[in-house]
């Protein structure tokens, strides 16, 4: 068991639980149509300086793969890293829920290269190919790496060009915002985003993530996809208080930068050891390690070690509950084993 | 705002409740790779008196759909009661999941005419219809009455005739075993059952549903159609320590009892009062009685009603939760306005 | 082997098959590049007196699902007549191809009853019910009655009510309008139809049925729809040759009248024979017809009977192959057995 | 239009066309119970000199989607070539037919390399990946290549080692066996193969192409499926008596060598001609030429030009129809163009 293996390794922040605490008492009516449920579009709306629809989730994988089937049916193709989360972590869910295939496309750095866009477009009005009409963008992204402004902005570009709706995987969408110092608009819909996967499990919350649609065009069918997909709960409020709580008083925010915090304490730690090769940018709070083979053994056996990857490197995340006594215990092994 | 619309509008009973807090300490292994997911197994094969194996959901709609597409595919159908939860009340999501077609089947009370699975049948190897391959037993069922063993065998035994696999619909099947005071085996898989949906949010836990797999060959399909289905959390382990804790003791027994124990409260209250027309019988918690319009006038102006179906009947549900000022309350209503 | 069991017992007619002869000559460009199949949208404008897209398909199963598919979609429903060959008979191929539901509608002589149209739109904005989008009617249906104008009128307009799209499973088209004497136009467009299945095949060509788009917003979806579910040829001219030479000179009413013509005749010698039970009216080329034990015995026997349904009734079906010499052996054979 | 764009631009067969002729005699029972649908798994039984079944179809595309679908499941990856027909030809319609996903490979020549096969087990148990369930292997492939019985070998192997399935593309099937010298067998099911693609319309047929299932176990879903696509057709007669003729004195093959041979000499007459760059190798009837600009201009505008792929080189194929003077007027055009 291991603080680094990754931020959903935390468990539910103090005050997202007081708030599960607080609305544990009396009846309220089900599948949404309570008090605490309806608050919850305004409290988005206000998040982003404008209206939104919001869709709550339990999980990731649901959010996304929803999300992506209001943007993409089964003549489709959807345009995405070949390491992004939806094409590699998802068990077909996208596909499940969209019918439509997923492209994956290649660009350094698990961010999509703009021309791989080009490319893919060329198919459009192509009869024996799925037209592509979807493009999902992961940010803060799988390697932890944090699109800039203006890298947005320029995948936007190419895939609109296409007529292309876009859809940004948000599962650390407070990571990004708080590494980039902008506000949830200017990632967003202010770029062309037409729905995001806001995610709140990896950063306080228990289990609740939620779509949020910047096209009220697209609400009828993702209230109706939820509930086909069984992501409609019964107690929903439960659902609903963490989402709330996580936006109350920037605690989205706040986590997001505890983390993001953490990790730069955390490298500036690993910095300059021997046997240790830090990548080139850390920009949020996950990020991809490489340690000396003994350094390797010594965190496994400590029980330390997060996950390793092909070509050898470790994946190490903090989150808002990575305490500096973690830190310092990783330190230690791997200045222990050089 | 009612207490009788749905045993749903209750929230956590407190020892569940206590076992999120006691779980949300210390990091965890994500995706149920977790200490308290790995003890789900075990404890409800302890229950059911044999190995089973168990897939945590967090909503009834999700385990009923991945629970019946383990037993019907694209060429199938699946037979089910024209009335069942999973034929009108889940928008889809059993077609979604299986690609199969339910097919609607006539019954008295709710509960399917043995010679419909019969009627059914004869489609069997005839080149032109999807070929049946399971059924779907709601126990109890959507008017709250309970399916004796008798019957229950009587529907199973028809169906095994076809080679029909057996779904149970458990939405509330801590209220049936209460009613019936037999063992969950006795219920299930002594019976034929091969897939049960055990219930579990609606009698005590805020969202935890459990696919219960009598048949070892399942499982595989079973764990990648719910990461498929986006079901598998990264938390998991809050939903096993809600589902650990709904079986310890016999919470979930007690609890049921409770709500069948104030539904039989409930009744004979409202027994020989005017303008009061109830059911022939009640088995569990849930009913559906007949006011008189004032009557319903009357509680629909004190918030106090039940959701009212097509033929005037009010459905009235009683859970864990039911007070007994609750009762009191209504009563009250109903005689002012007699 | 028996003259009447369907109209898809006949061969091709030989105009139909002079056209293939015409068409094997030389190279042509394949899936639908060709001269020949650029002619068919033109020609079916004619026939429909109005701009159309045509999407030329080889089975009724593949046009009615496909045309189906873009009516509904995976949240929605289609109301069909529980008895319809889409409902009955094609093995979940709507299901398949729209991820829609089909709702099982009731109503004498197998058409919809215009107030199970109500009485199913009263789910639109349920949030628990896929959504009502579209309405599947067969003209001529599966007992071979026709509607009339006025009945096809009155179920659009239900219909449109509830703002569901209007399809028509047209695999007997034909055979109504010649019924009818009316338009192509008065029986579609003019009443409100968006899509209509146009059957070729049971009434002279190979394999040929063309889906009829009276709405252009629909034919990008189609024309990748077809690809996708593998109906769109590489050598479709063939395809095409078989529509444009069924619709060359009216033969596809010339066909129709043969067949209905037949029936009459059929009818008529059959009219007052002993043990002759004929159903009320007979609209077009088929009719369900009771005969003694003794008849049915001795028509099995001398493999002339047609298929026999649950009601004890015969479906005897005639076609534009329909020869005087097989009504005269049938009703030989029915007076042999008095 | 152009002899040499595809071998589909070619008519039917004479032989073939005289069947049609012949089966249009008298009435057949519908939906394949006719004699001529009833003797064809005797005849390609015979031909691949063991018991198979052979379920009919009217285009590749269903073909390939629908053996596809009995070998992987919404759980599953099937591993493709990234430049095969299924992945990049046939707009979603394997996935589409199976739930699975399409697994893009990398290989020289269109050819699977091995070691590519070996790098996506490694996701077999794999908890957040679809489980690969199947490999499909074009022959003769994409480029107009053969793999031999050793590569096929080496490809099956591999593969079966992760309990893969394996399914082999065959729409130009007849031209692998002739190039290879080999028999239906050894080319198969000899090799473990378990479900074949066998393509009869390019080289003869008009719209013909047989699903052969080496494995029974898989005939019960491969019939249901096929009527669920559309793909069982009431005058089935034709379908099967194309593909009995096909199969009669050994006419796929004579075609196929007859399309392979013309290849042969085409190459002949281009080898040596400034600015034409032939491939290393031409094992059938396709094959993709470099030829000059102004060679490229001339044959553009004498519409004589193949399809040029984006690496400048044209498609040419010949077929059981070519003709000694096609290749004369193609050679005559590039010769004059140098």
């Known amino acids: ?177 708080a590494s980039l110092n902008c506000s949830p608009a200017e990632m967003t819909w202010k770029l062309g985003v037409d729905v995001l996967s806001f995610g709140a499990t990896k950063n306080g919350c228990m289990a609740a993530e939620a779509i949020v649609l910047f096209d009220q065009n697209l609400v009828k069918q993702a209230k109706y996809r939820q509930k086909r997909a069984g992501q409609l709960l019964s107690k929903n409020r439960f659902l609903a208080a963490q989402l709330l709580a996580y936006l109350n008083d920037q605690l989205w925010l706040e986590n997001a930068r505890q983390g993001n915090n953490q990790m730069k304490t955390f490298v500036e730690q690993l910095s300059g050891l021997n046997g240790v090769i830090l990548p080139e940018s850390v920009d949020s709070n996950m990020m991809f390690c490489g340690f000396s083979q003994e350094q390797n053994r010594a965190l496994q056996e400590a029980g330390l070690a ?13 989150s808002w509950a990575t305490q500096d006594s973690d830190i310092d215990g990783f330190i230690n092994c791997v200045k222990a084993a050089i």
Chains 1, 2, 3, 4 share one sequence.
Not at 99 to 127: F, H, M, Q, V, W
């Open 1 to 177: 068991m291991t603080a680094f293996t990754s931020d959903n390794v935390s468990g539910i922040h103090p005050a997202i639980f007081a708030a599960l605490s607080d609305e544990n008492s009396g009846y309220r009516m089900p599948y949404g149509n309570d008090e605490t449920s309806a608050r919850l579009d305004a409290a988005f709306s206000d998040l982003f300086e404008r209206e939104v629809a919001v869709i709550p989730c339990t999980s990731g994988t649901a959010a996304n793969a929803i999300g992506l089937s209001l943007l993409a049916g089964p003549i489709n193709s959807v345009l995405v890293h070949e390491r992004s989360h939806v094409y590699v972590d998802e068990c077909n869910a996208p596909e499940f829920y969209s019918n439509a295939r997923l492209e994956p496309l290649k660009g350094a750095n698990c961010k999509i290269d703009p021309s791989e866009i080009d490319r893919l477009l060329t198919t459009l009005g192509e009869a024996h190919s799925p037209q592509p009409s979807a493009i999902s963008i992961t940010q803060s992204n799988e390697v932890g790496l944090v699109h800039t402004l203006e890298e947005l902005s320029e995948l936007v570009d190419h895939s609109k060009k296409g007529g292309l709706r876009v859809h940004m995987d948000g599962a650390r969408f407070a990571n990004a915002v």
């Open 306 to 318: 997060g996950y390793l990857f092909e070509d050898g490197r470790m994946r190490l995340v903090c």
